[in-house]
């Protein structure tokens, strides 16, 4: 993945994640499998935002607010 697919990713990323915000995200609880609780534990935005981070993380670079596009 070059540069310009990773800006790209981000920006969608960035879309879908402000899109979960808007329409009550947060209230879409998820599990993390916590096996001492029967309680959910994170939300669908938590999760977005998780995906985020570890394909930037795995690509080792910065986050990218500016599209070249």
């Excluded at 994170?42 to 500016?66: L, P």
């Amino acid at each position: 993945m070059d540069e310009r697919d990773l800006n790209e990713l981000n920006y969608k990323m960035d879309a879908i994640i402000d899109y979960l915000k808007n329409n009550n995200g947060h209230d879409y609880k998820l599990y993390n499998h916590d096996p001492d609780s029967d309680e959910p534990d994170s939300d669908i935005v938590e999760y977005a935002e998780d995906v985020k981070g570890i394909i930037n993380n795995y690509f080792n670079s910065k986050e990218i607010t500016e599209l070249p596009f």
